[in-house]
């Protein structure tokens, strides 16, 4: 959305951006969620101090800044589907960070949602991708906001430093280069505040946690009789943990596989107690149980019984839906005339990110490799003191002789960027803008309590006779005497004792960073020819761009010794130089059926010193007939370098829950289990009997230096109407396909087992990941590295309208509706295999999600109600999800009510209100976390909060 200057602009709550036309009256509503046009109407900013340098450039005192283009022409400023939210806007509203103010955009696919348990917020334009959506300031690159993720972290800007935020859902390459294909959200800054304003606000649960505080300063202030500008802000935020055992709907985490009509299961097999079953041949323990085959528990008076569902262990209790975070940032812009031709400028930004998340303690099962050594399970020796079974047997248990694991982030984010810009004296209308920008994350990362598998053998005594991956051994009670540090643990008899937790635990460490270089010049002259009706506008330039990062596993990580993960160090990093250009092109104007029809075409060459080269281009036309309506069309190429852990991420061997096809036969179609049974009978599998260890498969996977760029084809199709007869009215309908090929990544794991084992003797490609079986049948870790698999589709509309209505001089209704129909979400995940849709499952996203709001305004006061939509959805796309075999299958529609009202005085706003205000449990989703997905759904039941600013 667009806002001219007469346009009363009606404010948003969580980022919902809303914007009008055609009214003059001052709104004082900072709406929950009006949400916005997409009308792309051009930014015009005048200020009453503007710059001698922009003045000189422009002939006049206004500039115009669009997003997705280096030019900024005016007649084709509205050409591309822009939408915007302002300072103000966020400034009334509740939102902490700017991760709030997305929340809940429709368009956004949920990934700014404040569920995150490291203090950080990534975009998400329509679900393609944290990847795939490029985040600028001023236009200018972010740094990647943790040094182990490849998005940059909106929440470490600061929200009182934000003029405006422009959110363009189109692919954007030319301009920008690779990451754009999605989209692009450029936030960008004030640059000529002046005076204080602080600002503090606050929430909390009607439960009396997950509360949340903010204090931020901001500073500004004219020099040098205001030929420079200079403005700083601190802030602080704080969020409390939420405990999952503080909501009942947390508790007892469903499994989506439990038939209906039979006995339903909870939580997790791994509990306090240790679960027994044979090994090594032995004699079964029992003759049947549920979890691991034929498993045994102590039944509380010195003897074992068969293992049942309501021994599981509600892991819930020791668990947080929410970590405690805090973020401490300073920022600052600056701008200085030096004279009629020269404007030097730079930012500056400085985020310092602590987390802290606790959760249930590390259980052992199997390790993540037995490459290194390790047995193939957690041996107790049949000669161990205590053993009651007279044989070997294997231990299942969640070591809380430990403690609960503890989970730490330090994350400092600093960012610089310096650039001059200006007129070309004497040139004709050609202007600069050239800078340079440099970006670091350096992050700090722990995970307490980790378990050592070798030193866990060795406490147990188990010396292993077998090799690399074998359950065979003997008790040898000299074994732990011999190492220094060692302490004895027996299951059997007590409780571990500190000396043998601190032997077996350990504080897994691993420092990551990445650091980004950035230097562009652009030249631009916006009437370079003369054209019959307008003037013909051109933009030229160069950049060069680095990226470089790495993340380091610990000693024991890459040892072997994680009970849970063997890695090895992530680092590499790559450069690109391109070259760009663009031509603004006015065709018709102020003629019968024509009011204006205007062309955009744009160009880039990128050249990347990791595979090669690369050229992009777009086109764009907008035609209004007369002023009530406007016609806009664009297709584009676009493409995403791949990432440096895409390219460079050490191997990793790690455990996923995903069922062994040889196992759960039964649940594939009739027609394919005797081809199933036939594969797994090739393996030396019997089907009949045999039985997954723990629910988990091993899988390795790691960088691949060899991958190509994700190409792209998007086109936008849409309308903008302003109808005269209808004063305040606004609406736009923007279609938009993606087509995106050579897509990086690979299916999910159960999609390639599934796939190769319903294949007559292996013959899928799927079965490239096998590695054959361990000496237990188990299999051996399975391969997950990343290539240019296949394709994707993703078609969609996005509908929005906003309507003001003056009542009289002091009352006023605005209302607003922001909408966006997925029609298709496809995936190819190799080459000649059919499309697989996942829209409306829990794969892919929700086919509707829609807001309304309306706000009744009067005086200062504004009272806005707002109700949000998010469509069900289906589990895709394993059979075990169906209606027969499962009874979670479908996940509901979900609407939410909020409400707030809003005081503006004449140097304050208090703003004060309530989300969810009916009190409304998330939806339940048993394939999600805590039974919802947290990530979608609200989480905290109903939210009060309250937001105070002063401003002189």
Known sequence: MRGS???????????????????????HAQIISLPGTTTGKAITNKSSKSSKVSSTAEGKNETITVVGTHLGAKETAEIQPVTMIT??????????????????????????????????????????GVARTLVLVDGHRMVNGNGSVDCPDVNSIIPAMVDRIEILKDGSSTTYGSDAIAGVVNIILKKNFTGTTVT???????????????????????????????????????????????????????????????????????????????????????????????????????????????????????????????WGALSGTGHFDVNDYVQLYMTANYTHTQTQDVGTPMYVATPATTLTGNSGAVVVPSGTPGNPFGED??????????????????????????????????????????????????T????????????????????????????????????????????????????????????????????????????????????????????????????????????????????????????????????VTEVFGELSIPLLKDLPGAKALSAEVSGRFSNYNTYGQTYNWHAGLIYAPVPDISFRANISTGFRAPTIQELYKGNLI???????????????????????????????????????????????????????????????????????????????????????????????????????????????????????????????????????MGAFIEDGLDINASYHVPIDYNNALTFGADIQDVMAYKTQTQPNQPFVSYLGTDYGPMKWVANGTITYTHGPWALTYMLRYTDGFNYYPNSSYGPGLSMWYKVDQTFYHDLMVT????????????????????????????????????????YVYLKAQVHF
Request: glycine residues 12%; charged residues 15%; contains cysteine.
């Open 5 to 27: 200057g007469s346009c009363r602009k009606a404010a948003l709550l969580l980022g919902i951006s809303a914007f009008c036309y055609g009214w003059t009256t001052e709104a």
């Open 87 to 128: 300072g103000e806007q966020i400034q009334k509203s509740s939102s902490m960070t700017l991760g709030d103010v997305f929340a809940h955009i429709p368009s956004m696919g949920f990934s700014g949602n404040t569920f995150s348990n490291d203090g950080g917020s990534c975009l998400n334009i329509r679900s393609l």
């Open 200 to 326: 503090a606000n606050g929430g909390i649960s009607e439960y009396g946690d997950n509360q949340t505080a903010n204090v931020t300063i901001a500073h500004g202030f004219n020099f040098m009789h205001d030929r420079g500008n200079f403005t700083i802000a601190g802030s602080y935020n704080y969020q409390a943990p939420m405990a999952a055992d503080q909501r009942k709907w947390a508790m007892e985490e469903a499994k989506v596989n439990n038939p209906p009509g039979q006995a339903q299961y909870f939580g997790s097999q791994y509990g306090p107690q240790p679960v027994f079953a044979a090994v090594n041949g032995g004699a079964p323990l029992t003759a049947q149980s549920d979890g691991v085959a034929q498993s045994v528990i102590s039944d509380g008076h010195g003897g074992y019984r068969p293992y049942s569902w309501n021994d599981n262990y509600d892991y819930s209790k020791d668990n947080q839906i929410i970590s405690e975070q805090q």
């Open 393 to 442: 047997v294997a231990m299942y248990q969640r070591m809380f002789g430990l403690g609960r694991e503890y989970g730490y982030n330090n994350i400092n984010m600093y960012q610089f960027t310096g650039g001059v810009r200006g007129a070309l004296p004497h040139s004709g209308g050609w202007t600069y803008d050239g800078f340079f920008s440099f970006g670091k994350t350096v």
């Open 444 to 575: 700090s990362s722990s995970l307490s309590n980790q378990v050592n598998w070798r030193n866990l053998e060795n406490s147990l005594g188990f010396h292993q006779t077998g090799g690399a991956g074998s359950t065979e051994g003997y008790y040898d009670p000299n074994l732990c005497a011999g190492i220094a540090g060692c302490a004895s643990y027996n299951p059997f008899t007590g409780s571990m004792s500190q000396a043998a937790a601190n032997y077996i635990g350990f504080t897994d460490t691993y420092p990551s960073a990445q650091e980004l270089r950035d230097v562009q010049l652009t030249f631009s002259n916006k009437h370079i020819a003369k054209l019959p009706y307008g003037p013909l506008g051109i933009s030229v330039g160069v950049e060069h761009r680095s990226l470089d990062g790495y993340w380091h596993a610990s000693d024991e990580d890459k040892a072997g010794l994680n009970s849970n993960s063997y890695r090895t160090d992530t680092s590499g990093g790559y450069n």
């Open 654 to 788: 790690s455990l996923t829950g995903t069922r062994d096809p040889c196992a759960y036969i039964g649940t594939f179609p009739s027609s394919l289990q005797s081809i199933v049974a036939g594969n797994c009978r090739a393996q030396g599998i019997n089907p009949d009997t045999f039985k997954q260890n723990n629910g988990v498969i091993k899988y390795q996977t790691g960088g691949n230096i060899h991958l190509q760029p994700e190409i792209s084809r998007t086109y936008t199709i849409g309308t903008v109407v302003t109808p005269r007869f209808l004063p305040g009215f606004t609406a736009t309908v923007d279609y938009f396909h993606t087509h995106i090929t050579e897509t990086i990544g690979y299916p999910t794991l159960s999609t390639e087992l599934n796939g190769c084992y319903s294949s007559a003797n292996f013959s899928s490609s799927y079965c490239s990941i096998l590695n054959g079986r361990d000496l237990n049948g188990q299999l051996n870790p399975v391969n997950r590295y990343q290539s240019n």
């Open 903 to 942: 005081y503006t005085g004449n140097i304050y706003t208090v703003t004060g209100g309530v989300k969810n205000l009916g009190g409304q449990d998330p939806t339940f989703y048993a394939n999600g976390s805590y039974n919802t997905a947290p990530g979608i759904y609200d989480y905290s039941g109903r």
